[in-house]
């Protein structure tokens, strides 16, 4: 199973987009990418998943190298309420520290 | 909508006490996940069932802790004795996972322990 590495933090200003990088170079062929997050206190919500192909919902898009040693999590324009801890968990259901994402104003 | 359910909220008791912790995974699912939140370890995942069986607990220390799925909509954990350090939010989720796709995790809002 992937272990998943992430920057611990990144800054963006609102309305810009957040690009946050993951680090999944030990990912098998069939093992699917994840991306959850985590506001303040709450349970981590989940976002986008993919496996090859890149992806898109109402709430971000995700790009996954063609390698998919890596992944990228688009958030197009982001607002205050996108400031959350970002996780991209291995297939096996583990959580590393994230990227705490804060959005200024 | 369907959410999974975490009782209690929050406890605060003394050390040596027993705590239970129980989850209400969402209906039709079949893997619930228990993991543990502070601020110096991050979230830490503790055990998971699927189908009800135990598939992993390696990550929960197994001479006090102890996770159980008595029927499909009830898990429990247990900390007996509990300790200060066991002081965390207590996180359960539940997900559908079919063949090696293990499909959306949904969380509830976490079980606040605080252990004096």
């Known amino acids: 199973d992937a272990k998943t590495t992430q920057p611990p933090s990144m800054d963006c200003a609102e309305g810009r987009a957040a690009n946050l990088p993951c680090n999944h170079s030990?990912?098998?062929?069939?093992?699917?990418v994840y991306w959850y997050r985590q506001i303040h206190s709450q349970g981590p919500q989940y976002i986008i998943h993919?496996?090859?192909n890149n992806e898109t919902n109402e709430m971000a898009s995700l790009i996954i190298t063609e390698d998919r040693k890596s992944s990228t999590l688009i958030l197009p324009h982001a607002t205050l309420r996108d400031t959350a801890v970002y996780y991209c968990?291995?297939?096996?259901?583990?959580f590393g520290p994230g990227t705490r994402l804060s959005v200024l104003p | 909508d369907a959410r999974v359910t975490q009782t209690p909220r929050h406890k605060v008791t003394e050390m040596g006490q027993e705590v239970t912790m129980r989850c209400q995974p969402i209906?039709?699912?079949?893997?619930v996940f228990w993991y543990r939140q502070t601020m110096m370890q991050g979230l830490e995942l503790l055990a998971y069932?699927?189908?009800?069986?135990?598939?992993?607990d390696s990550g929960m220390p197994k001479d006090r802790f102890s996770a159980e799925m008595p029927d499909a909509t009830l898990a429990t954990l247990k900390i007996q004795p509990s300790e200060p350090r066991d002081s965390a939010v207590y996180f359960c989720?539940?997900?559908?996972?079919?063949?090696?796709?293990?499909?959306?995790?949904?969380f509830g809002e976490g079980s606040r322990l605080t252990v004096l």
């Open positions: 989720a539940s997900g559908l996972v079919l063949g090696r796709v293990p499909g959306e995790l949904f």
């Open positions: 030990t990912i098998s062929g069939n093992e699917y």
């Open positions: 993919g496996l090859k």
């Open positions: 968990p291995g297939q096996n259901f583990v």
């Open positions: 209906l039709g699912h079949n893997t």
């Open positions: 069932f699927r189908n009800r069986a135990p598939l992993d």
